[in-house]
């Protein structure tokens, strides 16, 4: 009896690293989700979680990606699967791009340098959003302290948001340039924010500003509130002052985003402008924010390098359509003048398949590194990166598909 106790009671060794035991408990996205919801204020997961309007659109971008299925081959010889590719004309071992986000810190102290290690230990690419708390050298020696994973220099991209002062714009990519990033994301969905109702019902500002109801909040979420107050204030890093002088808000006092937004974005932005990008950057340019075929045709027209299908995450217009049933319209319009990032909905490495065999040439994604750090910082991001790779290489395996290039639309179906 002894003996067949003993066969079968085995205990695990007990972790002492409290976010090693909750990725522990982790079997997706949503039990991230779920973690980093328990885990942070109300109203800061709110922001991260929520989307404009009635969220229609953040419900069905990744709804969208549930209503394809697969047609699997067998009988192919998947011993050794590869979902390298190329991207902007160079290797990525995954084609999966970290999206930007503002006020990344609010997830955890670390930020963006936690997520662009991250990126750096598996070699893809991962993008500074110009309303970013750490500045752009900073997250070039973040990225450059760590093992660069891909093959040649490591991939860092700048998000821009159009403002006003266009000397600050221009002082911004300048020094992107001598930091050596790889390209820009010119977000073009922005002209106005969209009206996110989750933030108004909390009155929601950033950095989260000390009052009755978020003391309260933080009480309930001690290792939280703890970190936020040990560690640097919460700032944009990389908006401050232009050479011209004009002065930006830094962020270092509590605003209200949707205001503080209006006041500096240009929304006479126009394609000639994607013109002037040009003519003072040397590197990629991508479009962020193309939402029909008839704007993937300017960006060829443009001359841009990609055009990033995106709808901001269901955070700007409320009734956009899904990127991923984009991909396919657009790249029969634009065939391979130009690369195609779907952005919005991705949750499983099968997802990335999905964009993959339907025309996009990666995806993007966001809100699922912001639970990752939420639930268990750093360690949290490599959890997820991790369960992406695998889960695409597992989904190819047993849809018959050994290279990214075995992946076409024959191998989906449309669920009805």
Not at 96 to 121: D, M, N
Not at 313 to 323: E, N
Not at 371 to 393: H, K, P, S, T
Request: charged residues 25%; contains cysteine; glycine residues 8%.
């Amino acid at each position: 009896m002894f003996d067949s106790l003993r066969s079968v009671l085995r205990f695990r060794k007990f972790e002492l690293n409290p976010n090693r035991r909750r990725l522990a408990t982790s079997a997706d996205v949503d039990d991230l989700r779920r973690l980093a919801k328990k885990r942070l204020p109300a109203g800061v997961f709110d922001y991260i979680d929520g989307g404009a309007e009635d969220e229609l659109t953040l419900v069905r971008n990744a709804r969208a990606y549930q209503t394809l299925g697969f047609r699997p081959r067998v009988l192919r010889d998947v011993s050794a699967v590869d979902p390298s590719c190329t991207l902007l004309g160079r290797p990525t071992p995954l084609p999966l791009v970290l999206a930007p986000s503002g006020f990344t810190r609010i997830a955890h102290p670390q930020g963006e340098l936690a997520v662009t290690r991250a990126a750096a230990r598996l070699g893809i690419p991962y993008t500074l959003s110009t309303m970013g708390t750490r500045s752009i050298e900073e997250m070039a020696a973040a990225s450059d302290s760590v093992a660069w994973a891909g093959d040649g220099e490591r991939r860092l991209w700048f998000q821009v948001y159009v403002w006003k002062d266009r000397q600050l714009m221009r002082d911004m990519i300048e020094r992107c340039a001598a930091a050596r990033y790889e390209a820009l994301v010119v977000t073009v969905d922005t002209p106005r924010l969209g009206r996110r109702e989750r933030d108004v019902r909390r009155g929601m500002e950033l950095p989260p500003k000390l009052g009755l109801g978020t003391i309260i909040d933080g009480m309930l979420r001690p290792s939280w509130t703890w970190q936020f107050l040990r560690n640097d204030p919460i700032m944009f890093a990389n908006v401050t002052t232009s050479s011209s002088g004009i002065e930006s808000p830094d962020g270092s006092s509590a605003i209200v985003l949707a205001d503080h937004l209006s006041q500096q974005f240009d929304a006479s932005l126009s394609w000639d402008d994607i013109d002037w990008f040009r003519s003072i950057w040397d590197g990629k340019i991508i479009v962020k924010g193309i939402q029909t075929v008839e704007d993937a045709l300017l960006c060829v027209e443009r001359g841009v390098d990609a055009a990033c299908l995106s709808n901001h995450g269901g955070r700007q217009l409320d009734g956009a359509p899904a990127p991923i049933d984009l991909v396919t319209p657009c790249r029969d319009a634009v065939g391979d003048r130009i690369d195609i990032i779907a952005d919005g909905g991705v949750r499983r490495g099968s997802d990335i398949v999905k964009a993959r065999a339907l025309g996009a040439d990666a995806v993007m994604t966001g809100r699922p590194y912001l639970y990752a750090l939420g639930a268990a910082g750093e360690l949290g991001v490599d959890w997820l990166l991790d369960f992406f790779d695998d889960g695409m290489r597992r989904t190819m395996a047993l849809c018959g598909a050994s290279t990214v290039d075995e992946l076409s639309p024959a191998l989906i179906s449309k669920e009805t």
